[in-house]
């Protein structure tokens, strides 16, 4: 079983940046690829940013691309989120997701193969 818990958000102004943490707690951590969604109000989830487990191998949506790094630190059991360069389009709620895999290379860009949830945080970009 694994419990997911964000932080890091706030409020901050365009070009700003913020950095997201996930804490995990829970056995073989490092068994569990590690996602980042976000949803803005009245829009669908969508995919922000993953990591496999070994983490070498990192997926991010185009639209965050060149901004957003996603890094975990297994020791600590926890995964982040560096935001840089934010626009107000990125403004919503961040959650971050645990995906068992096997595989020591793959993450997931689906939600629906997640696992498990964080309750998420809220990140507001101002203009």
């Known amino acids: 079983q694994v419990q997911l818990v964000e932080s890091g958000g706030g409020l901050v102004q365009a070009g700003g940046s913020l950095r997201l943490s996930c804490a995990a707690s829970?056995?073989?951590?490092?068994?569990?690829?590690m996602g980042w969604f976000r949803q803005a109000p009245g829009k669908e989830r969508e995919f922000v940013a993953a990591i496999s487990w070994s983490s070498s191998n990192t997926y991010y949506a185009d639209s965050v691309k060149g901004r957003f790094t996603i890094s975990r630190d297994n020791a600590k059991n926890t995964v982040y989120l560096q935001m840089n360069s934010l626009k107000p389009e990125d403004t919503a709620v961040y959650c971050c997701?645990?995906?068992?895999?096997?595989?020591?290379?793959?993450?997931?860009?689906?939600?629906?193969?997640?696992?498990?949830w964080g309750q998420g945080t809220q990140v507001t970009v101002s203009s």
């Open positions: 829970g056995r073989a951590f490092s068994s569990y690829a």
């Open positions: 997701a645990a995906d068992y895999s096997p595989s020591a290379w793959y993450a997931s860009k689906i939600p629906t193969e997640y696992d498990y």
